[in-house]
């Protein structure tokens, strides 16, 4: 299958700063990418749908203004918590969407954000 | 609104024991539906897909079936082992609209096999 990359693995930032998170398809071009949040002894919620060269389509309740994303090429999707609080500690799961073939989706290790 | 669920919420069982984990969902309109495997603090490891008009798959000692008209998905594990043990997860995507391509989470079994 498919190799998603997830950088950093684990971060942990002070109240008010930003942090980026990146998700890197490492052998196959996906022009569609997701993000996901999970919350402890929680499923994955699907934050948002991130398309390479247009505007991310966010779900509902999801901030666009406070999850920034960015899918500048077909291997790179960025994630921007921006001015995290301790709320927004969570991981974060990107994955890719292969729409040729199987329609399968292949998930990065995750990102462990802790806001202090 | 599409729904997955997922029971039992946790399995404990002695090794070498076969066993089913269920998936069901609201919607029979599915694209397709995926098991999943979460070790605890790491990302998901994809283990079957099933497409809307495949009834079952098979990878090693884990077969998964699909009955779309039932809204009933099965992962059936052959011969647990303690490495199974983990946070398995069912998802599945349904065609059109917005929802295309995107994967709506059951809340996962945690199984733990024990020696």
């Known amino acids: 299958g498919a190799v998603v990359s997830q950088h950093p693995s684990r971060v942990i930032c002070k109240s008010g700063t930003s942090v980026k998170i990146e998700c890197r398809s490492l052998?196959?071009?996906?022009?569609?990418m997701f993000w996901y949040r999970q919350f402890p002894k929680q499923s994955l919620m699907l934050m948002a749908t991130s398309n390479e060269g247009s505007k991310a389509t966010y779900e509902q309740g999801v901030e666009k203004d406070k999850f920034l994303i960015n899918h500048a090429s077909l291997t790179l999707s960025t994630l921007t918590v921006t001015s995290a609080h301790p709320e927004d500690s969570s991981f974060y799961i990107c994955?890719?969407?292969?729409?040729?073939?199987?329609?399968?989706?292949?998930f990065g290790p995750g990102t462990r954000l802790t806001v202090l | 609104k599409q729904e997955v669920t997922q029971i039992p919420a946790a399995l404990s069982v002695p090794e070498g024991e076969n066993l089913v984990l269920n998936c069901s969902f609201t919607d029979s309109a599915i694209y397709n539906l995926q098991w999943f495997r979460q070790d605890p603090g790491k990302g998901l490891t994809s283990l079957l897909l099933?497409?809307?008009?495949?009834r079952e798959q098979t990878s090693g000692r884990l077969n998964a079936s699909l009955d779309k008209s039932s809204g009933r998905s099965t992962l059936y594990i052959a011969a647990s082992q303690p490495g199974d043990s983990a946070t398995y997860l069912c998802?599945?995507?349904?065609?059109?609209?917005?929802?295309?391509?995107?994967?709506?989470f059951g809340q996962g079994t945690i199984l733990t096999v024990h020696p």
């Open positions: 099933i497409q809307s008009s495949q």
């Open positions: 052998d196959f071009q996906a022009t569609t």
């Open positions: 998802a599945s995507t349904w065609a059109g609209g917005t929802s295309y391509g995107k994967l709506t």
């Open positions: 994955s890719q969407w292969v729409v040729a073939g199987s329609n399968e989706q292949f």
